[in-house]
């Protein structure tokens, strides 16, 4: 099993809609989980972070964290084309005898105007 | 609001020559780390340093890396002898709070070219 597991996409959209980004991870023991933004030639920018079981809603964003099977993901509301990137999950844990954070490949949403 | 800088933003070198990538954390923060990521791959963790010496290192980060905080802002990569697969985007980022509770943001990044 991959550390840190998502799907490459791209997962489309239409403008207004909902978008839903998972992301499955390796190390059970795992205590924090980020999703971060990535626009084509810059850097990860931050937009969520959850640490307990459940639901975290901020703005349009809400991730949602479900520990017991491992998997994390981001709902966008209201997507906007502006929302068009990709998107990056990343976990803190021990991946390799070591703690780090480890990205996913990223998911690429296009939202369609 | 406060950010992490990064300078150069593209550096292009020869192949074994050294080459120092330079970032200026958030001030408040004491968590410092350094991430690659290659043209169309993921981000891969570097190394971590908190208090003056390094927490975490990957496989990566062998004998021709370092990391340095010279004085109360800066804080360096150096690589001692480039190779081309060192060709990469290089990102610095830091954080405020003790692990694993612990946001981390990112630098706009230095692109390195190894020719």
């Known amino acids: 099993q991959k550390e840190v597991e998502q799907n490459s996409g791209p997962l489309s959209v239409p403008e207004g809609a909902i978008a839903s980004l998972n992301c499955t991870y390796s190390d059970r023991g795992s205590q924090s989980f980020f999703w971060y933004r990535q626009y084509s030639g810059k850097s990860p920018e931050l937009i969520m972070f959850?640490?307990?079981?459940g639901d975290k809603e901020d703005g349009r964003f809400t991730a949602q964290l479900n520990k017991a099977s491992q998997y994390v993901s981001l709902l966008i509301r209201d997507s906007q084309p502006s929302d068009s990137a990709t998107y990056l999950c990343?976990?803190?844990?021990?991946?390799?005898?070591?703690?780090?954070?480890?990205f996913g490949t990223g998911t690429k949403l296009q939202v369609i105007p | 609001e406060p950010e992490v800088t990064q300078t150069p933003s593209h550096q292009v070198t020869q192949m074994g020559q050294e080459v120092i990538l330079r970032c200026v954390p958030i001030?408040?923060?004491?968590?410092f780390y350094w991430y690659r990521q290659i043209l169309g791959q993921k981000v891969e963790f570097l190394v971590s340093f908190y208090n003056n010496e390094i927490s975490e290192k990957s496989e990566i980060f062998d004998d021709q890396f370092s990391v340095e905080r010279p004085d109360g802002s800066n804080f360096t990569l150096k690589i001692r002898s480039t190779k081309l697969e060192d060709s990469a985007m290089y990102f610095c980022?830091?954080?405020?709070?003790?692990?694993?509770?612990?946001?981390?943001?990112f630098g706009p990044g230095t692109r390195l070219t190894v020719l």
């Open positions: 980022a830091s954080s405020e709070r003790t692990p694993p509770y612990n946001e981390q943001f």
């Open positions: 990343a976990v803190l844990g021990v991946f390799g005898g070591y703690q780090k954070v480890t």
């Open positions: 001030s408040n923060h004491l968590y």
């Open positions: 959850i640490y307990s079981n």
